[in-house]
């Protein structure tokens, strides 16, 4: 394989710790030097002073003002500096969607993770790493298991106070919470606490959580599998049953980085659990009831998927300009007038569509659908135990039409 020529790399991204200059290599330290233009956060512009002879330009906000700045100057020398590891969570990630690697120069110094991961020897493949710095502190949500290990990087100084609020609100009050700030530099500390008890002031605004979770009794955990528990969620009755639920997820088959349309979504059960499955999921909740659609949004942070987009409108109409999808669902409101065929419309080729109906009036549609487009229609009966006077008995619950549909 022939080397890309240095000339090609006009773009050099090195990565700083807390220690500045003196945690960078020589050849680090000689491309700043040597560069007519240095671009970075304001704090590595000031460690990073006495290296720098040339121009020298802070990030400016919002954030894409720089990036621009920098994609201007293509093809002339240009090092941007970076906190850590520039391609986790860092500047590099935004770059690389501008400019391939093969015109970039990359010296990475270690993440703030792993060196947090070092000083708590904790290994960090077993360790669930997540940013939350300009992120909502529900997306922990999901993780929150008993005996695991999370790493997380907060926002600033009141964060970790902030985290053990969620975590003592959720029932994991018992959960160790070690806040280790300004890694590697001269003012790092690291503190532990019980996330009940924490009282911890003062914090540098660069830090990041380790939380070893403990859960007490009633925690709420969110299991990975599909069908959670009907009352983890806040409904009005308008929610897919938790079994049902299950079955249609599987029907839905899930695949990293879709994005699914729940049309009708009630409760949102469908949407949230679309995106539990794995981090890259998006979906769109489209519900016209006002109060249905806030209670959305509340589930959607009480699960841990605040990124949950709630369209609150009627369908078809509400479809019109929304993102193409790769699967969707309807669960609410298919039997009104164009919503099916617009749904049908909207799906990407290879897309999936799964419906269900309890009502004669939807299970026509569907029957008919299914006659004209082909899929599979399944009927799902489900019967519950219930008391009958002293004994037990088996209660049925309505029976669901289920109608999946692959586009060709």
Known sequence: MSEIPSAQRWLTLIGIGEDGPAGLGDEAKRLIAYAPVVFGGARHIELTRPLIKGEAHAWLSPFEKSIEAVLARRGT??????????FFYGVGATLSRHVPISEMTVIAAPSSFSLAASRLGWPLQDVTVLSLHGRPLDLVRPHLHPGRKIL?????????????????????????????????????????QQAANFALSGINDLNVCGIDVVAGEGARILPLAAGLDDHLFEHDGQITKREIRAMTLSALAPRRGELLWDIGAGSGSIAIEWMLADPS????????????????????????????????????????????????????????????????????????????????????????????????????????????GSMTGWRPAMPVTQWSWVKE
């Open 281 to 388: 999921m998006r979906a769109i909740a489209i519900e016209s009831n006002s109060d249905r659609a806030a209670r959305i949004r509340r589930n959607a942070a009480s699960f841990g998927v605040p990124g949950l987009a709630v369209v609150e409108a009627q369908a078809p109409h509400a479809l019109t300009g929304l993102p193409t999808p790769d699967a969707i669902f309807i669960g609410g409101g298919g039997s009104d007038a164009g919503v099916m065929d617009a749904a049908v419309g909207e799906l990407k080729k290879g897309g999936r569509l799964v419906a269900n109906a309890v009502t004669t009036e939807m299970e026509a549609i569907l029957l008919t659908e299914h006659a004209r487009r082909g899929g599979s229609l399944i009927r799902i009966d489900i019967a519950r135990a219930a008391p009958i």
């Open 77 to 86: 020398p240009i090092v941007v500096l970076a906190s850590g590891d520039p």
């Open 152 to 192: 997380a990087l907060t926002s600033d100084g009141q964060g970790p106070a902030d985290l053990a609020r969620l975590l003592q609100e959720n029932g994991f009050g018992q959960s160790m919470l070690t806040v280790l700030e300004a890694l590697g530099g001269p003012n790092e500390r690291v503190s532990r």
